[in-house]
């Protein structure tokens, strides 16, 4: 189970995040709507400690905490994409997962290269999101979609509890659109929580279990998708009166 | 007949295009003929002790390039305050093995160690770790345009401590009668063996270099460099990374001061000087960014070019230095404009 409890996020006087507080169920796949300037972003942005929480604390497991450091993320279970794809752009696409695959510690990470488990891991993983036959390019010279589709597999690589996607079908193709509905979906049946944000209702409510609903930085409505997307409060902030 | 003669000159036509298409896609490889080639007639030329100053003085350079290579290069780290070390390097020798005769400054005499040479080494390498340790743990903190201004701030720092700290480095008058290396008694005096020495130090420097860029602890160095904010969502703390390899690629560069010292005998601040760093920087950008192999062939391009322009017909003497740096400046911006990474570079800056 993954938690806030009344965080915030502040920019200058404007709350991007307010006092929110929501639950998210353990082992399913839950999307998060709004509109534009909602707070979807940032809330990733404090699951992941990207941006520091000016108020309030998230739960995780067992785990009550106040700071989230970025580089602690994934000690507390989480992961996360970009919403606008950040790679390792000067360096191969086989090196952007190697890299989050391998040794965390800089001592011991001197001593450790690569091994035959690590590129067979790397293999399949590139084989699932098609880009296996690009494994030596620079991740710089992908097209748009084999980016984003890139920034899925190193997800893929890391060994965490919860993923959170920020806006992962915006731009693709619909074949790649397929290719991450079917990562979520293996990491689901590996008991994995899967979180994403997104603004195509048509892949929400097939794909998503649970729903959370933003506005302004608050919780506007939450529960199973059919249910919220006939709340006339939910259908008022996206469409309006 | 006629048709061989039409594909012949139809060939010959085309071999302009060609070579320079080859030389577009093959830089390195030409590069690295043209410089060993250019290298091997020049030291031909001038005679086998010309060559040997020549291998030496490269392979000081090639030390120092090398180890910025790993801050610059494979961490996006543009730090021009490498002399910094380089100097503490050079001083730390000079100061522990010097042994004048009568040096008096002031009306005081300075502390005389006379320590050999290998026992005054590793105290230079560790003091150079130990500086690069204190300064980075604040310098882990920035990147970009604030680095290069905090790296700037440091080598002045650095070159004011040189002039200034008259009780230990006799300031503007340098440390003179800096003996030469012994080992069980037997002193490298002859140039040959001092070459091979330094080489052989050069090639710790680069296999050292090279385990550390082709280990996961390289990976992340890379992956610091693209994106340090992201690197750090996947469990990395950036700043140890950069903190580690600042103080490896430090040492490094202590050991190349430490070289030096002993090679020409005398320091003195002016060999530590903020040109040098800027120096260095286009020797590593000119030889390729994240390439241990360009930085080695920076290091040698630079050197030729030092030597080779004093021995240009019809250049006075007092020119040589500006032409010099004409040469490489014209040189930094072609690659610039045309080959960001350098001639046989892996990143873009």
Request: glycine share 8%.
């Amino acid at each position: 189970m993954l938690q806030t409890l009344d965080i915030e996020k502040r920019f200058g006087g404007v709350y991007a995040v307010d006092r929110l507080s929501i639950s998210i169920p353990r082992g399913l796949i839950t999307a998060i709507i709004g509109p534009n300037g909602s707070g979807k972003s940032t809330l990733i942005n404090l699951l992941s400690g990207t941006l520091p929480l000016d108020g309030g604390m998230v739960v995780v497991g067992p785990k009550r905490l106040r700071i989230i450091k970025p580089f602690d993320s994934p000690n507390i279970g989480l992961t996360r994409t970009f919403q606008d794809v950040r790679l390792f752009e000067q360096i191969s696409v086989l090196d952007n997962l190697y890299v989050v695959m391998t040794e965390r510690s800089s001592l011991l990470s001197l001593f450790q290269r690569a091994r035959k488990e690590h590129r067979e891991r790397a293999e399949r993983i590139l084989n699932v999101v098609g880009l296996w036959e690009k494994r030596n390019d620079l991740a710089e010279e992908l097209s748009y979609g084999q980016r984003k589709l890139l920034e899925v597999g190193r997800l893929m690589a890391m060994n965490t509890q919860i993923y959170l996607f920020d806006e992962p079908f915006a731009g693709l193709a619909l074949h790649m659109i397929e290719v991450v509905k079917g990562v979520m979906r293996e990491l689901q049946e590996y008991g994995r929580t899967i979180i994403f944000v997104s603004h195509n209702m048509g892949i929400v409510r097939e794909l998503s279990d649970y729903l959370i609903v933003m506005d302004s930085g608050r919780l506007l409505a939450h529960g199973r998708p059919d249910q919220v997307l006939n709340d006339p409060a939910v259908i008022e902030a996206y469409l309006g009166n | 007949m006629q048709i061989r003669q039409q594909a012949i000159s139809r060939a010959l036509s085309q071999l302009p295009q060609a070579l320079l298409l080859s030389l577009r896609n093959h830089l390195e490889i030409w590069a690295t003929v043209v410089v060993v080639l250019a290298a091997a007639s020049f030291m031909l030329s001038r005679g086998t002790g010309f060559s040997i100053t020549l291998m030496t003085v490269f392979a000081i350079w090639a030390m120092l390039a090398v180890s910025l290579n790993l801050v610059l290069g494979y961490t996006g780290l543009l730090s021009v305050g490498h002399v910094g070390f380089y100097g503490i390097g050079a001083y730390t020798v000079a100061a522990l093995t010097a042994n004048p005769r009568q040096e008096l400054l002031e009306g005081e005499i300075i502390q005389i160690f006379a320590w050999p040479f290998f026992a005054a080494l590793p105290v230079a390498v560790a003091l150079c770790g130990v500086v690069a340790f204190v300064v980075g743990v604040a310098f882990s903190r920035f990147r970009d345009d604030v680095y290069v201004l905090v790296s700037f701030g440091f080598a002045i720092i650095a070159y004011n401590v040189f002039v200034n700290w008259q009780w230990v480095t006799r300031g503007p008058f340098g440390i003179h009668q800096i003996p030469k290396p012994a080992i069980f008694g037997y002193t490298i005096n002859d140039d040959l063996e001092f070459l091979v020495l330094t080489l052989a130090f050069l090639a710790i420097v680069v296999g050292i270099s090279w385990l550390i860029v082709t280990s996961s602890f390289g990976r992340v160095l890379k992956a610091v460099r693209e994106d340090e904010d992201a690197i750090e969502v996947f469990g990395y703390r950036s700043s140890r990374y950069k903190l580690a390899i600042w103080v490896i690629s430090a040492m490094m560069a202590g050991l190349a001061g430490a070289m030096l010292a002993t090679y020409t005998s005398f320091v003195d601040p002016n060999s530590f000087i903020l040109l040098e760093s800027i120096l260095l920087v286009a020797i590593v950008i000119l030889g390729g960014l994240a390439s241990i192999w360009g930085s080695l062939l920076g290091a040698l391009a630079f050197v030729l070019l030092e030597e080779g322009v004093r021995f240009v017909p019809f250049l006075p003497p007092e020119h040589v230095g500006q032409v010099r740096q004409i040469i490489l400046g014209t040189l930094l911006v072609l690659l610039m404009l045309f080959r960001p990474q350098g001639v046989a570079g892996r990143f873009k800056l």
